[in-house]
């Protein structure tokens, strides 16, 4: 399954200027997305599995590394841990 | 008319770049020995025209409209898009229009309908190869982008007719020119996914193997085995176009490596030109 607006929030976080509007005000950028609540909260919490049913892996991927998040610990959240 | 200048493969793992200060000091020796060799048999092969088929890491197309495959027109690419890659050398890279053209024309002329660009960046799935490679002349690049990345893809056998058909428009093409191919990806790594990390040794080794075997087995092989080895693996489809237009014939390994610090099966071939 894909969620169209996740995946195009993701696509549109490669871009630097959208990566540090996000990093200053996340809200704001995010309400530019049709995401449902399920997935807000997801965002909010990291929910890296509950993303992943959602979108392309490598757009998954490229969205924790903007975040700034270690590969190790997005692995971990991937498998649940 | 133009002739067929050898068919090259090389992995391209954004972590060669962005973690190679991570990477061990025999690996690096071996990677950058690997890189080298393969531009000593480019430039031994001199080609005035490369067509590099790469998969799209989501620089150029999106969920709107994400081609089968793609190929590039213009007279010029961008470089790659990534802030990781600002070292490339090189924000502009120039195309081959008229040879493009053709292979489109010969493209659509035999049944298949690939989607033109006459604008394309090249992401590091074209580019960390040729940098690495440290080639003085990059030929004209011809783009050939072809989806590993989002299913569905195209089929396996498919991606050797492309390859069958590529070397065909060259064989075709009017003007006298040496045109040679390198594919870019594989071979076996996972990214994003619950696997992340995964190389699976056993199964890039035969897949090696079996290049310098039947086709057949080799489709069999990896439609089989590729399910469960990592979306990445998925790139080898660049692997089959290079053996398709190298009409399965001339496969020669320059070296493999499983580097875990870059999470790839690092793999770099060669077909001679025949």
């Known amino acids: 399954m894909r969620d169209y607006w996740l995946s195009k929030l993701f696509f549109d976080l490669q871009s630097p200027k959208v990566a540090a509007e996000f990093r200053a005000d996340r809200d704001s950028v995010l309400d530019r997305y049709s995401l449902s609540p399920e997935v807000r909260k997801a965002l909010a919490e990291n929910d890296a599995p509950f993303l992943a049913q959602r979108t392309n892996a490598y757009l998954l991927r490229y969205y924790f590394f903007t975040i700034g998040m270690k590969d190790a610990e997005f692995v971990q959240r991937l498998r649940g841990g | 008319m133009a002739s067929f200048a050898g068919a090259f493969a090389s992995s391209h793992g954004p972590l060669l770049v962005r973690e190679w200060e991570s ?4 690996q690096k020796e071996r990677l950058t020995g690997a890189f080298r060799e393969l531009g000593k048999r480019m ?19 999106f969920l709107d409209n994400y ?68 080639l003085e002349r990059v ?41 040679g191919i390198l594919a870019t990806g594989g071979l ?11 190389i699976h040794e056993e199964f890039d080794r035969e897949t090696i193997r079996l290049f310098s075997g039947s086709e057949r087995a080799l489709i069999e092989y990896l439609s089989e085995e590729l ?11 660049n692997w089959l176009v290079a053996h398709g237009a190298a009409l399965g014939r001339g496969f020669e390994l320059v070296d493999y490596l499983p580097v875990p610090a870059v999470i790839v099966g690092c793999g770099f071939a060669a077909w001679r030109a025949q």
């Open chain 2, 139 to 179: 030929p004209a690049l011809v783009p050939m982008l072809v989806n590993s990345i989002e299913p569905p893809m195209p089929s396996l056998s498919r991606c050797v007719e492309w390859g069958r058909l590529v070397r065909k428009a060259i064989e075709t093409y009017p003007g006298n020119l040496r045109i």
């Open chain 2, 67 to 134: 081609p089968a495959v793609c190929i590039g027109v213009g007279a010029m690419s961008e470089g790659p898009p990534e802030a990781w890659m600002k070292a490339f050398p090189g924000r502009e890279l120039a195309g081959h229009a008229d040879f493009a053209s053709h292979l489109l024309n010969e493209s659509l002329k035999a049944g298949f309908e690939p989607a033109m660009s006459h604008r394309l960046k090249l992401d590091h799935g074209s580019c960390i190869p040729l940098w690495r490679m440290e």
């Open chain 2, 23 to 26: 990477v061990p000091a025999q």
């Open chain 2, 227 to 237: 399910p469960s080895r990592g979306n990445g693996s998925e790139e080898v489809r």
């Open chain 2, 43 to 61: 430039r031994a092969a001199a080609p005035d025209v490369l067509v590099v088929v790469s998969p799209d890491h989501w620089s150029n197309f």
């Open chain 2, 188 to 198: 076996s790594h996972s990214i994003g996914e619950p696997t992340m990390g995964a």
